[in-house]
């Protein structure tokens, strides 16, 4: 048997918390330590998920559903002032939106529930291994001693870097806002790419309740906020709309390539190995996978008894479970060479192309026939 027993998780948004409520399932003793006062701050996400992801995320993501989406529209829009050149996703299975801080808050009380115990406003800023055994200190102050460590920190990645799971860090910024219109839209999600919001990225306007919209942009570097300006004196003009601005709110996105899993039994899960979709920055899908495939990896050892291979086993999963990223990132790639998200609506309209269906929302790659003009 495995003597796994006693787990240090560092962080309690998403990840974290999903972890914290898996490993507590499977009988392992849980403490959570998260920086801020209480979970679901700082709010940052937009929250739109699949259903595989939501099935997987199971009944606290399944309350938090505030709308949900079978296409996007796609508008390009051009220098020249023409009309936005129009092209519809069409999703297989929706996509759903889900209330972030809600789900957040129903985590947490599942995992208080099944005994984790949280250290809420502890920071922590060092793993200590010592004797087999790892500690987690918080300016001085020592907590454990742990099996297992797992790193949920999001995508500002201090720990991944000093402990060399993820050596070159490379964050974009979304920066989005919840507004409300003097008239509803249609139910339907807007992604704008145009290369005068961003060259490299897109904004995007999520219809969430009733008036109310979340607005946001993501970019490459910090002019985040410049091109938000820019994306709402557009969305202006183009929904001729007074447009109140709620709350602002918005974080890194990481860039990089999927980061080594592990180091020994130091586990980094979520944004802090940066298992995020490239084309639309979303790190939900890879936090539910780089959970479940740590929860493998912990079963297969429970079974073989190796008593050290941990972190190789949990690479050699999570690397299996999220091998699409690979190709995301190969394509993504492509992309910025040609010139960016623009230029595929200037491929678009030259080939006449009016819309995609899409197979898998977290597999954008696999798109099914074009729908082209008649
Ligand atoms: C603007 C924006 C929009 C997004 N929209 C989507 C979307 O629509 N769909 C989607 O799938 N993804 C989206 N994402 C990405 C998604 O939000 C992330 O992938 C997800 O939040 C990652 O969860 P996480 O738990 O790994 O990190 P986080 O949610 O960042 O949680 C990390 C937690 O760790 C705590 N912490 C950090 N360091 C320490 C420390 N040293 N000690 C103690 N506590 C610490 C933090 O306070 C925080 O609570 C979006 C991101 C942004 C910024």
Redesign the pocket.
């Known amino acids: 048997m495995y003597e796994i027993r006693d787990v240090g998780v560092?962080?309690?948004?998403?990840?974290?918390l999903y972890a914290s409520k898996t490993l507590l399932r499977e009988g392992y003793s849980v403490d959570i330590?998260?920086?801020?006062r209480t979970?679901g701050?700082?709010k940052?996400?937009?929250?739109?998920?699949s259903s595989y992801?939501l099935y997987l995320l199971g009944k606290p993501a399944i309350k938090s559903v505030v709308n949900a989406f079978d296409r996007y529209e796609l508008l390009f829009i051009n220098h020249k002032g023409d009309e936005p050149y129009r092209v519809t996703l069409r999703f297989r299975e929706r996509v759903y939106l889900v209330d972030?801080v809600n789900l957040e808050k129903k985590l947490y009380e599942e995992v208080a529930a099944l005994g984790g115990r949280f250290f809420l406003k502890?920071?922590?800023?060092r793993v200590i291994a010592l004797h087999g055994k790892y500690r987690v200190s918080?300016n001085g102050r020592v907590y454990g001693p742990y099996d297992v460590v797992v790193i949920?920190?999001?995508?500002?990645r201090?720990?991944v870097k000093k402990h060399s799971l993820c050596p070159k860090v490379t964050n974009a910024i979304?920066?989005?806002a919840m507004v409300k219109l003097r008239e509803e839209l249609a139910d339907v999600p807007y992604i704008f790419i145009s290369s005068n919001i961003s060259r490299y990225f897109f904004g995007w306007l999520v219809p969430y309740a009733g008036r109310e919209y979340l607005v946001?942009v993501?970019d490459s570097n910090s002019r985040a906020p410049e091109v938000f300006t820019r994306l709402l004196s557009l969305l202006r003009k183009l929904l001729s709309h007074n447009i109140r601005i709620r709350e602002f709110?918005?974080?890194?996105?990481p860039l990089n390539k999927l980061c080594i899993g592990g180091s020994n039994r130091v586990i980094g899960?979520?944004?802090?190995i940066s298992p995020?979709k490239p084309f639309?920055?979303?790190?939900?899908?890879?936090?539910v996978e780089s959970v479940n495939s740590l929860s493998d990896a912990l079963k297969l050892l429970r079974e073989y008894g190796e008593s050290t291979e941990l972190a190789y086993i949990y690479g050699r999963i999570l690397s299996q479970r999220l091998k699409r990223l690979a190709s995301h990132h190969a394509v993504k790639g492509i992309v910025d060479l040609v010139g960016g998200f623009s230029t595929l609506g200037v491929i678009a309209r030259f080939l006449k192309i009016k819309g995609y269906y899409v197979k898998y929302y977290d597999d954008v790659l696999r798109l099914g026939r074009p729908l082209l003009t008649p």
């Open positions: 560092v962080g309690a948004g998403l990840a974290g330590f998260e920086e801020h979970v701050i700082p940052h996400c937009t929250g739109l998920i992801t972030r502890t920071h922590i800023n918080s949920a920190e999001g995508a500002k201090v720990l979304g920066f989005q946001g993501m709110f918005g974080g890194y996105i899960v979520g944004d802090a995020v639309t920055g979303g790190g939900i899908y890879g936090v």
